[in-house]
T-cell receptor, first 111, second 113 residues
Framework: QKEVEQNSGPLSVPEGAIASLNCTYS??????FFWYRQYSGKSPELIMF????GDKEDGRFTAQLNKASQYVSLLIRDSQPSDSATYLCAAGQYNFNKFYFGSGTKLNVKP | KAGVTQTPRYLIKTRGQQVTLSCSPI?????VSWYQQTPGQGLQFLFEYFSETQRNKGNFPGRFSGRQFSNSRSEMNVSTLELGDSALYLCASSSIDSGYEQYFGPGTRLTVT
């Protein structure tokens, strides 16, 4: 069993819609959760991090964490074609600074 | 602040050779992690260094090694290269002051022929 699981997609949404990306993790000791965006041929770019249960909003992005269900999600409102990328979820224990990454979900936003 | 830098950006090596990759973290960051990314396996953790000490290691053979210098710059070395070592090698730096969020460098693309 992988430590972090993501649906590989592709997830296709029309421009202006809400894109919902999901991730589950297996280690109940995980304390830190991150979402990265990776464009083809580029390195991952940190877009959101969350440590506490609930929602965290930053512009068009909202990260949601449910530790009881071991579930993390990323909502992208008003999706734009420039949001088309692979989104990586990561979970881990910050005091050990060791994180596991999911295999990523490819998002396509159609104009 | 300047971001994470990695050199070289591209490398072509032949089987059996060894290679050294370099990473300079964001100024003030003392933790450096290394990852291997391949299409089949995704992003896999190699090791992490903090204040010149390796604190964590992933499930890679001993051919993969690293070190960190007093200025937090880090190197990783791969000896006796195999075709399967062809990958994008990414370095990420983080700071305890910012909650250990990891920021990635542009990566080194290694091709083994």
């Amino acid at each position: 069993q992988k430590e972090v699981e993501q649906n590989s997609g592709p997830l296709s949404v029309p421009e202006g819609a809400i894109a919902s990306l999901n991730c589950t993790y297996s280690d109940r000791g995980s304390q830190s959760f991150f979402w990265y965006r990776q464009y083809s041929g580029k390195s991952p770019e940190l877009i959101m991090f969350i440590y506490s249960n609930g929602d965290k909003e930053d512009g068009r992005f909202t990260a949601q964490l449910n530790k009881a269900s071991q579930y993390v999600s990323l909502l992208i409102r008003d999706s734009q074609p420039s949001d088309s990328a692979t989104y990586l979820c990561a979970a881990g224990q910050y005091n050990f600074n060791k994180f596991y990454f999911g295999s990523g979900t490819k998002l396509n936003v159609k104009p | 602040k300047a971001g994470v830098t990695q050199t070289p950006r591209y490398l072509i090596k032949t089987r059996g050779q060894q290679v050294t990759l370099s990473c300079s973290p964001i100024s003030g960051h003392r933790s450096v992690s290394w990852y291997q990314q391949t299409p089949g396996q995704g992003l896999q953790f190699l090791f992490e260094y903090f204040s010149e000490t390796q604190r964590n290691k992933g499930n890679f053979p001993g051919r993969f090694s690293g070190r960190q210098f007093s200025n937090s710059r880090s190197e990783m070395n791969v000896s006796t290269l195999e075709l399967g070592d062809s990958a994008l090698y990414l370095c990420a730096s983080s700071s305890i002051d910012s909650g250990y969020e990891q920021y990635f460098g542009p990566g080194t693309r290694l091709t083994v022929t």
